[in-house]
T-cell receptor, first 115, second 111 residues
Framework: DAGVIQSPRHEVTEMGQEVTLRCKPI?????LFWYRQTMMRGLELLIY????????DSGMPEDRFSAKMPNASFSTLKIQPSEPRDSAVYFC?????????????FGDGTRLSIL | GQNIDQPTEMTATEGAIVQINCTYQ??????LFWYQQHAGEAPTFLSY????GLEEKGRFSSFLSRSKGYSYLLLKELQMKDSASYLC????????????FGKGTTLSVSS
C-alpha cells in the first residue's frame, strides 16, 4: 500500500516567494497533520484536520501560513510570503480517527530552504 | 503547560542494551508513542503504551508509568542500524488528535 506522499521533496526559493507544499494521505485515513521539524524546536504541530475539517490551527506561526484540505485525498500548506526563518523540514502525517492504538504515519517530508 | 523531556544524545556499542527515558507533563493523557527517525528520513512508528507496564515487540520494549509521567524505550542486542533519533510523543486527547513530541534522543551505536 502507498504511504503518505508529499511533494516536492526539496524546495529552494528566495524570500518573498510563495511556497506550496502538497500531501496525499493514506487512503481511508481521516485525520491529517502538518508538522514542522527544526534542530532547535524539534517536531511541532502546525495544523490538523479530521474528515477534511481543520480542528486545531494554533500551531500555525502567523498569517503567512495557510492550509487547506479540499477533499479526503489532498492537502496543501502554503507560505506567502516566505522568510528565511521558515526553512525547515515539513512533514505531513495521517491516521485513522477510530482506535486509540492507531499511530500517525509520516510522509518523507519536504526540505524547505528560503534564501 | 506541556513538556516532554528526553536526553539529547546517547551512545552504546553493538550487542549492548540501551534504555532511553522520557518524562512528560501534559494536560491530558491518551497514549504514549515512540518513533524512530533515521537522519534525513521520516519518523516511523515503534510502539504504543496507554496502560501501565511493559509492551514487548522483538528487540524493542516500551514501558509506561502514568502516575510518574514516565516512559522508557529499551533496545536490546543493539545493531549499527539502530543508530537514529528516537522520539517520544504523547497524545492528550482522543484518537485522531495531535501528538506532542519530545525533541528526540540521538542514539549512536558503535562497533
Amino acid at each position: 500500500d502507498a504511504g503518505v506522499i508529499q511533494s516536492p521533496r526539496h524546495e529552494v526559493t528566495e524570500m518573498g516567494q510563495e511556497v506550496t507544499l502538497r500531501c496525499k494521505p493514506i487512503s481511508g485515513h481521516n485525520s491529517l497533520f502538518w508538522y514542522r521539524q527544526t534542530m532547535m524546536r524539534g517536531l511541532e504541530l502546525l495544523i490538523y484536520f479530521n474528515n477534511n475539517v481543520p480542528i486545531d490551527d494554533s500551531g500555525m506561526p502567523e498569517d503567512r501560513f495557510s492550509a487547506k484540505m479540499p477533499n479526503a485525498s489532498f492537502s496543501t500548506l502554503k507560505i506567502q510570503p516566505s522568510e528565511p526563518r521558515d526553512s525547515a523540514v515539513y512533514f505531513c502525517a495521517s491516521s485513522l480517527t477510530q482506535g486509540r492504538r492507531q499511530p500517525q504515519h509520516f510522509g518523507d517530508g519536504t526540505r524547505l530552504s528560503i534564501l | 503547560g506541556q513538556n516532554i523531556d528526553q536526553p539529547t544524545e546517547m551512545t552504546a556499542t553493538e550487542g549492548a542494551i540501551v534504555q532511553i527515558n522520557c518524562t512528560y507533563q501534559t494536560s491530558g493523557f491518551n497514549g504514549l508513542f515512540w518513533y524512530q527517525q533515521h537522519a534525513g528520513e521520516a519518523p516511523t512508528f515503534l510502539s504504543y503504551n496507554v496502560l501501565d507496564g511493559l509492551e514487548e515487540k522483538g528487540r524493542f520494549s516500551s514501558f509506561l508509568s502514568r502516575s510518574k509521567g514516565y516512559s522508557y524505550l529499551l533496545l536490546k542486542e543493539l545493531q549499527m542500524k539502530d543508530s537514529a533519533s528516537y522520539l517520544c510523543a504523547v497524545r492528550e486527547n482522543e484518537a485522531g488528535t495531535a501528538l506532542i513530541f519530545g525533541k528526540g534522543t540521538t542514539l549512536s551505536v558503535s562497533s
